[in-house]
């Protein structure tokens, strides 16, 4: 099945700076989703982009279909900004998602 | 919009005994997925429904768990003679039958379950 591998593992940054996160995936994919998973476990959707480039606010994400890897940005970060990021691609014909093991953001004031 | 429901959203219970989740998906969504996340992982499939149908299991879905939908509605999963490798946290999602996001799950706030 579909492998998915997230990197950094654990980035730590100040406020206000801006910080890129990295998703690679196995195999071609017809979902891409981005979550925010915060303190209390709950996964906050950030976005569905199984191709192209989308912004939200601070944040923007580009997935290459093509070459098989999407990023996250985050700019001007704040503290609410920490917490656990995912990335979970799905095959055609396969209706789950598979997870990266997830980067964890820390923002210090 | 309501958002995806869990219940409970703790559960502590001693090996060997059976427990029982509840999820309610965002209404009109026929797709249902459950998931387990434990502690520094990501979450992993379980299983997922279309409308009442069960049309996916993985591996990771043993005899000791069933999952029901019964109506296409609200699901529920069991899990019979619980061991101390149960204790994670039981992910519920939902997603649209048609429209521009049909594929994007949204997820409860999950079921933590604690093992002793």
């Known amino acids: 099945g579909i492998q998915v591998e997230q990197s950094p593992p654990d980035l730590i940054l100040q406020e206000g700076a801006n910080s890129t996160l990295r998703c690679n995936f196995s195999d071609s994919v017809n979902n891409l989703q981005w979550f925010h998973q915060n303190p209390w476990g709950q996964l906050i959707n950030l976005f569905y982009?199984?191709?192209g480039t989308k912004q939200n606010g601070r944040l923007s994400a580009t997935t290459v279909a093509t070459e098989r890897y999407s990023l996250l940005y985050i700019s001007s970060s704040q503290t609410t900004d920490s917490g656990v990021y995912f990335c979970?691609?799905?095959?055609?014909?396969?209706?789950?998602?598979?997870f990266g093991q997830g980067t964890r953001l820390t923002i210090n004031p | 919009d309501t958002g995806v429901s869990q219940d409970p959203r703790h559960k502590i219970t001693k090996r060997g005994q059976n427990v029982t989740f509840r999820c309610d998906p965002i209404?009109?969504?026929?797709?249902l997925y459950w998931y387990r996340q434990t502690l520094g992982q990501g979450p992993e499939f379980l299983t997922y429904f279309q409308n009442e149908a069960q049309l996916e299991k993985s591996r990771l879905l043993s005899d000791r768990f069933s999952a029901e939908r019964p109506k296409g509605s609200f699901s529920t999963l069991e899990i019979q003679r619980t061991e101390q490798g149960d204790s994670a946290m039981y992910l519920c999602a939902s997603s649209p039958r048609t429209g521009r996001h049909q594929e994007t799950q949204y997820f409860g706030p999950g079921t933590r379950l604690l093992v002793l």
């Open positions: 982009i199984p191709s």
């Open positions: 209404s009109e969504h026929n797709r």
């Open positions: 979970a691609a799905g095959n055609r014909g396969a209706q789950k998602l598979v």
